[in-house]
């Protein structure tokens, strides 16, 4: 039986070329002291410099454009709004790309969703609608949204021009470090994660794709090690905001095919690993890109063969809600 359809490198190149001068070229930075702790070469790619703060005008930008072109070739007028559920990042990058083209936007939002972010994505003009935080409600809460408005739906990480226009970031980072010899990306629904494989695999095979995730938050590690799709069963409590959602029927299967290793990290790693990023690197991160930092300071990481020397982080956004960091306060001794 065949599975769901999944994009190719076409549709990440495709995406290439919708993107062309619209975004950032986000770029690579480096850190000896990082660089010491993980006794490798560390390449972050910035993608908190992006447009709306992080990676996902990508895939929003890529998904509003590919609508348009099809709408066009129609002979149609634009679509009447489009829709999605968010906890925050995409809503933000939706509600910019749907702006662009002059289309309403409404953005399903978790009431818990940091204050910065929603605050964002009323700026860009889009109607915020609140939910309960768990992907039940906000899956429901977007299909009344759809009916009441006759909206598209542009789903977070599950449409295929949103995992095409994150692969994106692989094709720029093969680019600027053709040495690179791993890439690691924080996963939540997977969107990011499932497009940089589809790049770097069809690109560069003998390049290894991790995924990291909070060790609360641990459906894709889950799912890899019983070979199936293993949603969280309850909302994770984890200061990842970006990556309480679990990964889903279109990113799962090609995270089993083509991404080597899930590497979980506690909350205590993820809050030093986010700290030490601030105070060596002046880069204000948001605790989700801290993700990937901490997996490869991680003893887990330690593990992985030393040939793998030039390892790329996907510092994936930059949006921290600086009212909520009483957990700086307590966080026990100082980063090392």
């Known amino acids: 039986m065949a599975g769901p359809p999944r994009p190719a490198l076409a549709d990440v190149r495709a995406a290439e070329g919708r993107l062309r001068g619209r975004l950032h070229r986000t770029p690579l930075l480096t850190s000896g002291g990082l660089d010491r702790l993980a006794g490798r070469r560390l390449l972050f790619k910035c993608e908190l410099f992006q447009r709306t703060g992080s990676f996902k005008i990508r895939g929003a930008l890529n998904a509003v454009r590919s609508l348009v072109e099809e709408s066009e070739r129609a002979g149609g007028g ?41 605050a964002a994505i009323r700026a860009y003009g889009a109607t915020l609608v609140p939910c309960e935080p768990s992907d039940k409600s906000r899956a429901e809460t977007a299909a009344r ?6 909206g598209v739906m542009v789903h977070p990480n599950q449409e295929l021009a949103v995992i095409a226009g994150q692969g994106t970031i692989a094709l720029e980072v093969l680019e600027q470090a053709p040495e690179v010899n791993a ?37 894709c590690y889950q799912s890899k090690v019983r070979g199936e799709l293993t949603p969280n069963l309850h909302p994770p409590d984890t200061i990842a905001d970006a990556v309480k959602t679990s990964i889903g029927p279109n990113t799962w299967p090609i995270i089993r095919d083509l991404v080597d290793d899930v590497l979980t990290v506690s909350e205590e790693e993820i809050k030093r690993a986010t700290r030490l990023v601030w105070e060596r690197m002046k880069l204000l991160i948001e605790p989700t890109a801290g993700v990937g930092v901490a997996a490869v300071l991680s003893e887990q990481f330690q593990a992985v063969p030393r040939d793998v020397e030039n390892v790329c982080v996907v510092l994936c956004g930059g949006n921290v809600d600086l009212s909520s960091l009483t957990w700086l306060t307590d966080l026990s001794g100082k980063a090392e």
């Open 78 to 118: 634009l679509p009447r709004a489009v829709v999605t559920h968010s906890s925050g990042n995409h809503g933000q990058a939706l509600a910019c790309a749907a702006q662009a083209e002059g289309i309403p936007a409404y953005i399903v939002v978790p009431w818990t969703a940091p204050r910065c972010k929603q």
């Open 145 to 150: 949204i759809i009916q009441e408005t006759g």
């Open 183 to 219: 890439v690691v990306v924080p996963v939540g629904g997977g969107g990011m994660t499932a497009g940089i494989a589809v790049a770097i695999k069809a690109l560069r095979p003998d390049v290894k794709v991790f995924a990291a995730e909070p060790r609360n938050a641990d459906d």
